[in-house]
């Protein structure tokens, strides 16, 4: 079982910047590819960046390369996701991932930015 909590969301203006926060918890959280995923009303959910916990490499969506960047602090088992230059079809729930599978999901931070 792992257990992920989101946080960080907000609101904020076109061109700023936010950092979302996850907290993992569980067994063997090396053995899962931790992500970010992303929902906008009235769409699916999207993957947006994603790494796996014990090793190297990072993937991002095309729509977030150059602007998102997800990071990791394994002493506490925290990920986040630096989100700069922010547009707003950006805004969105944005969802934390653990997927081994089985798939784990946090209950999502809601994020709007205005133009």
């Known amino acids: 079982q792992v257990q992920l909590v989101e946080s960080g969301g907000g609101k904020v203006q076109a061109g700023g910047s936010l950092r979302l926060s996850c907290a993992a918890s569980?067994?063997?959280?090396?053995?899962?590819?931790m992500g970010w995923y992303r929902q906008a009303p009235g769409r699916e959910r999207e993957f947006v960046a994603a790494?796996?916990?014990?090793?190297?490499?990072?993937h991002y969506a095309d729509s977030v390369m150059g602007r998102f960047t997800i990071s990791r602090d394994d002493a506490h088992n925290m990920v986040y996701l630096q989100m700069n230059s922010l547009k707003p079809e950006d805004t969105a729930v944005y969802f934390c991932?653990?997927?081994?599978?089985?798939?784990?999901w946090g209950q999502g931070t809601q994020v709007t930015v205005s133009s």
């Open positions: 991932n653990a997927h081994g599978p089985p798939s784990y």
């Open positions: 569980g067994s063997n959280l090396n053995y899962y590819i």
């Open positions: 790494y796996r916990w014990s090793g190297t490499g990072t």
